[in-house]
């Protein structure tokens, strides 16, 4: 498989404002590097704010990075012009609030094609429809109209009209019910089978358990360990990996283990040590002050116990 996407030590700093005048840095992303290959679908993976959308957002060339790079096949992306929105999309995770309410499904699917100058615009409308299994019938109706599913089938149909080589999917499932959740997941797949890769970015372990190729996990900002899905779930060796596994939302909340994560931890006082240092039952005194990246045979572990 060939390499699509390269995202190599990306760092985002913001300055946070803390009253008049006063502003402090907060690192959202620290040091992550991964690559994408083609057809492949690779799930980042993290609690809330560990940074997964800043990422998003900067492949999406809608945040710059602090540091660090992104190349697509090859080519830095702040080198390339328009042409780089007609190779990568995003679906997000809202499509009511992503689709204009007043277009048509129709027009909404267009709009990219129209931008790009495409011919025969409604035939790939239709054929667009009909890869996202969206019914024909529905074209002519407004978002409004529509379910939850079926409008998250039109922003998936609009970010693949143009064919992009990549689609980033900041949590497109999150506000969907468990049948249809599942089908738009696989759709992803079905995507993959054309060449399309897929980023999604989610906080759902069984998102990832279904449909992923890769998966990085991240935790305030560092990317802990990335692996294949079945090396990554079936032997993970980072504890945070592992705090993850564990607590995967069970069906009874009853049978829920206690949220230890405490959101303090998310502080930027460890700089150079693990970020997990107070939660990890393994830590050792060197976490404090440094962590280490261990990469062998594309699986990475950034911890001081391998
Ligand atoms: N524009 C911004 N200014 C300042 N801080 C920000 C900004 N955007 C994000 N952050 C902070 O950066 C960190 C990472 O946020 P990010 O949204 O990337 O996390 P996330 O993993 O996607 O979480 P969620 O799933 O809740 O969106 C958080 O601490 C967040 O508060």
């Known amino acids: 498989m060939s390499k699509l996407l390269e995202v190599s030590s990306l760092s985002k700093v913001y300055k946070v404002s803390r009253g008049l005048f ?55 992306i702040t080198k390339m012009g328009k042409e780089y929105t007609r190779r ?24 990219p094609l129209v931008v790009h100058h495409i011919k025969d615009r409604e035939k790939r ?7 996202v299994r969206l019914p024909e019938s529905l074209l002519d109706r407004k978002p409004q109209h529509l379910s939850g599913g079926q409008r998250q089938r039109v922003a998936i149909a609009r970010a693949v009209s143009l064919f992009p080589d990549l689609i980033v999917a900041d949590e497109p499932t999150a506000s969907l019910d468990a049948t249809v ?6 759709l992803f797949v ?39 899905k079945d090396q990554l779930l079936k032997d993970p060796k980072h504890p945070y990996t592992k705090y993850l596994l564990e ?14 994560i405490q959101k303090e931890v998310y502080k930027d006082e460890y700089h150079e040590g693990c ?24 699986r990475l572990v950034t911890c001081n116990l391998y």
């Open 275 to 298: 970020p997990f240092y107070w939660l990890c039952p393994e830590r050792m005194e060197v976490c404090k002050e440094s962590i280490r990246e261990v990469l062998s045979n594309g």
């Open 88 to 111: 990568v999309s995003a679906v997000f995770q809202d499509p009511f609030s992503s689709l204009n309410p007043y277009m048509k499904v129709r027009h909404i699917i267009e709009e």
């Open 125 to 131: 409308v239709k054929e667009v429809a009909h890869m």
């Open 181 to 186: 959740r599942k089908e738009i997941l696989d």
């Open 247 to 260: 607590n995967v939302p069970a069906k009874h909340p009853k049978h829920r283990k206690a949220d230890v």
């Open 22 to 76: 006063r502003w402090v840095a907060h690192t959202a992303v620290k040091g992550v590097s991964f690559s994408i290959n083609e057809s492949e679908v690779f799930a980042l993976v993290g609690e809330s704010g560990s940074g997964k959308t800043t990422i998003g957002k900067i492949i999406l060339r809608l945040e710059k990075p602090t540091e660090g790079s992104i190349k697509i096949k090859g080519i830095d």
């Open 190 to 228: 079905e995507l993959k089978n054309t060449g399309i890769s897929t980023l999604l970015i989610t906080h759902d372990i069984r998102a990832v358990e279904r449909i992923a190729d890769t998966v990085g996990v991240i935790y305030a900002g560092r990317l802990m360990e990335m692996g294949s």
